[in-house]
């Protein structure tokens, strides 16, 4: 069986620190292109950092869709043969940046994707998307992205399910939170589940490094169809991960003899 | 802070020796007794069994409303002072029976939910239901029953929270399969998932015992609304999980200092 291999760089970011960043992200780069991978999939905003102070901060760091953070992605698409996703400050027209990400194949940008879903100080810094998920087409099959917060809506994966997607792609930066002892943090739960509910493979490519006071959960899984993690959850420390996936595993939705994931569902019932 | 005591059943159900399924069933309630439940909550099917050969099997099986198991969980409702939820075999007008839920108190019942999304076999042997799931109130707050695959689906779960279920209770039989080692079953990340997601409190009430060669997972579980166990996941061994839980937590859907679990969904971009 012909598979994909995925592989997530999970790195330091830290909004005070550009040049580390991005050296960290290269290494992290760098690593994992030592497994050929056929897709690599960088955080939210992974050149920038996170912790915006304010829109001014937040405007400084913006760019346009050709600015160096996606001609990054389109030179490591073609350096590595591989399709490149991952979250940047877009400028807009408007007051305020859209915290985006990209689909980048050979050389070219696929699509560009602005998170519909602000997470707390988000929504003081940021412009919303107003576009559903994107679902493109790629030389390993269909693929959706959405951004951190975005993924743990299950309608969103849903969403991009029904619309064919085979591999939903989520760059994230997942704040720290505090599980029961010997729990996972319940967003993977949730990456979990929706995979298994819509019979899609799901990838987190999550961060670490304390920002301005804040650390992240550095909790990047990729899970399979049935909802079980193939690679990670990581741990909070920087790491690849690497997984090879049967991305025609996602096109049959049939969970038994008689049951098939999305036909079973009953919309009407869940208007009320 | 007043919290409601919820107790789960777990026991062997077998459709080829009802008087033990009872027997079994009267003593798992008796040692939820111990701990003065607020609500008990009993396996789908869970005094008929579910392994059903054909529908006229099914049929024998099935009650009415007013039959001896919805009896026996007024009763139990008398005796204990509890709310009592279980699955049972319900008559129809038609050529097959429901796989309904009956939520009891005080001797009287509240609703009796039939289950809308079948699982494999049932399907050759049930009657669907065609209305959404409901949202009753009890004494301790707003219930929501359904009924083990439909809990499967995130848009049930979200659907009765947007109704104000604080509780959603799940009787259910899940089918036993196989996850990878030192993982838990994808049912039980679903339930956790979709408790953190709609910021409601969600029980399964599993079974155990080999019934005509079907093993079971007995994974019951109470998770409370961040997706966190408070009780279980019960390990496939009968059970009586005992949990208490503050209802008043599933009213604030608050995620952050910006964020709203349910205002912050935008189905507009969900349908495409």
Redesign the interface.
Known sequence: VPTTRVAVCQYAIDIDDPAGTLERLHASVAEAAESNPDVIVFPELCTSGYVFRDIAEAQSRAEPVDGPTVQLFRELSLKHHAIVVGGFCERSDGERPFNSAAVVENGEVLVVYRK??L???E??VFAVG????PVVTTSVGQIAVMIC?DA?????V??VA??GAQLVLAPSNWPSNS??PG?RA?EI??A???A??NRVFTVVADRVGTERGVDWIGGSIVCDV????VAGPAEGKPVVLVADLDLDRALLKTV????DALA????N????
Chains 1, 2 share one sequence.
């Open positions: 519909t879903h997470w707390d100080t929504k003081r107003d576009e559903p998920a917060y743990e809506f299950p309608e969103m849903g969403s029904r619309r599980p029961p729990e319940a739960a949730k979990q589940a929706f298994a509910v049935e909802g079980y993690p038994s003899a008689n049951n079973d569902r009953r919309p019932l869940y208007e009320t």
